[in-house]
């Protein structure tokens, strides 16, 4: 069993060389490390001074993206409340390796944005469906006539109109602001998906600023922050439009009625900054706590493309330090190093240490620059999570492992979640009450067992 995850959609790449191995490791040390990525600032806006360029920020927008529909709605007040130039650009999505499950991510985009919407206070369709083919081609057509103040104005209205299903509204805006032919949308997508390729992504809901990207409204507080720092807002206002929001545990504290789910990855950087926050709700908030580990993407033969690994590496470097939790001094634990940990997962379970093992591997791969593809860093990984390496060492590369992860894969895919980290709510019948992707969704997990706790309050009271 093990050769086969070994081998599995070409992942026998996916253990590199010793060399290799601390070379990629040293660049992404590189990426991760903020002066890196305060000097890259620094840089761009000395050559942008000195050419006498505007602070330019092009946006891409999706026309079928949950995502994309609410930052559809932040166009307008981000070029009222900042001194910025924005150019409008229609995209197609993900395409190739950069998408992994096109559909699954179009459904989590519509499902994710319809419980965000309310906290940002952003509109979004409560039960959204899917979307019909023909109003979305009429939503593009809108849009794609447009030039890039009109795209601006409209942009929120027609998503409106679109993800309400309102084909009457629709073809009223389309027949108040203009509707490009087939061949000129389609012209105007492709040069927009050619723009986006050209500064190396590849989502919708994309802001780009300064060789920077953010993606759609989770993502806007660092570049008003970085807006704000270099005095391109408008006046004296300095409250940002759509501010980080706080993983808060709440007054109310359950009795393990509720389980909260998490499914970790050992090679993921996004799960390397969330996995003890997401234990510290769990133990503040008295819920009961399930980890299901799982291969990382690539060992299960995902493919990632170097663009793609770059925005996320990068992308959790300010993560990080707005969560205020160390990242950056990485040692690349693909492949081998996972396999080994994994193997004495289920022996650390039974002495009450599994989390304990995978929280100091995640620290040492991401945050102390350990190797953990010898021995030596591997004891100091298990040892830190308060085991015993004479132990440990008996249990080393015992099989049985990856029934458990590849079970945990397939309860995660049913639930519609692919990436990691994922997370999920059941209720005291282990119906599902929530099931997201991401990192930056453990503060609705958070207001949700709050909203839980409060629902069963009023019901005892009533």
């Known amino acids: 069993m093990a050769e086969q995850f070994k081998n599995q959609g070409g992942a026998a790449n996916m253990d590199p060389s ?21 000097g890259q600032r620094e840089k761009f806006e000395l050559e942008r001074l ?20 609410l930052a559809a709605q ?32 179009l459904q ?11 906290d940002y206070g ?26 890039n103040a009109g795209f601006i104005d409209c942009a929120a209205d027609v998503g409106s109109a679109l993800w309400s299903g309102d084909k009457s509204r629709l073809e009223s805006l389309a027949d108040g602001l203009g509707r490009a032919s087939s061949a ?69 504290q359950d009795s393990g009625s509720l389980t909260f789910e998490m499914y970790p990855s050992l090679r993921s950087p996004y799960t390397s900054i969330v996995f003890d926050r997401a234990l510290a709700l769990a133990e503040a908030t008295g819920v009961k706590l399930v980890v299901r580990p799982v291969l990382p993407m690539v060992m299960r033969g995902v493919p990632a493309t170097r663009e793609k690994g770059l925005y996320i590496f990068s992308d959790t470097v300010r993560e990080a330090l707005a969560a205020g939790v160390p990242y950056g001094n990485i040692y690349d634990p693909i492949g081998e190093p996972v396999r080994r940990c994994y ?54 590369g015992e099989p049985g492992w990856e029934q458990l992860v590849e079970q945990n894969r397939q309860s995660m895919y ?23 992707w991401g990192q930056d969704r453990l503060w609705l997990f958070a207001r949700e067992i709050q909203r839980q706790l409060e629902k069963r309050r009023a019901n005892a009271a009533s």
């Not at 000195?50 to 529909?69: A, C, I, L, N, R």
């Not at 039960?127 to 979305?136: A, F, I, M, N, T």
């Not at 953990?372 to 440990?392: F, Y």
Request: with cysteine; proline share 4%.
């Open 343 to 396: 193997s004495l997962y289920p022996w650390a379970c039974e002495q009450g240490r599994g989390n304990q093992l995978l929280s100091s591997f995640l620290s040492a791969a991401f945050a102390e620059g350990i190797n953990t593809n010898n021995n030596r860093g591997l004891r100091r990984v298990v040892e830190s999570a308060g085991l015993d390496w004479r132990e440990a060492k008996q249990h080393l």
């Open 184 to 252: 000129e949308a389609e012209a105007r997508l492709d040069a927009g998906t050619a723009r986006q390729t050209e500064l190396k992504h590849y989502s919708g809901a994309m802001f780009h600023y300064g060789d920077e990207w953010y993606w759609g409204v989770d993502r806007l507080y660092h570049l008003e922050k970085r807006l704000l720092e270099l005095r391109a807002a408008h006046g004296s206002e300095t409250e940002l439009l759509m501010p980080r929001l706080a993983v808060e545990a709440g007054p109310l």
């Open 18 to 38: 010793a060399l290799y191995r601390w070379l990629g490791s040293r660049l992404m040390r590189r990426i991760c490390d903020p002066a890196h990525l305060q």
């Open 108 to 118: 989590l985009s519509r499902y994710d944005a319809c419980h965000v919407a309310p």
């Open 414 to 436: 049913d639930a519609g979640l692919w990436g990691v980290p994922s997370f999920r709510l059941l209720d005291e019948q282990g119906e599902q009450i929530l099931a997201l």
């Open 74 to 105: 932040v166009l307008q007040r981000l070029c009222q409340r900042y001194d910025i130039e924005m150019v409008c650009h229609l995209v197609r999505g993900p395409q190739g390796k950069n998408s992994a499950e096109p559909e699954l991510l």
């Open 122 to 147: 952003l509109e979004f369709p409560e039960h959204p469906q899917g979307l019909d083919s023909e109003l979305v081609e009429l939503a593009a057509s809108v849009l794609a006539a447009q030039d």
């Open 50 to 69: 000195k050419s006498g360029d505007p602070h330019m920020v092009e946006y891409f927008h999706q026309v079928d993206d949950g995502y994309s529909h």
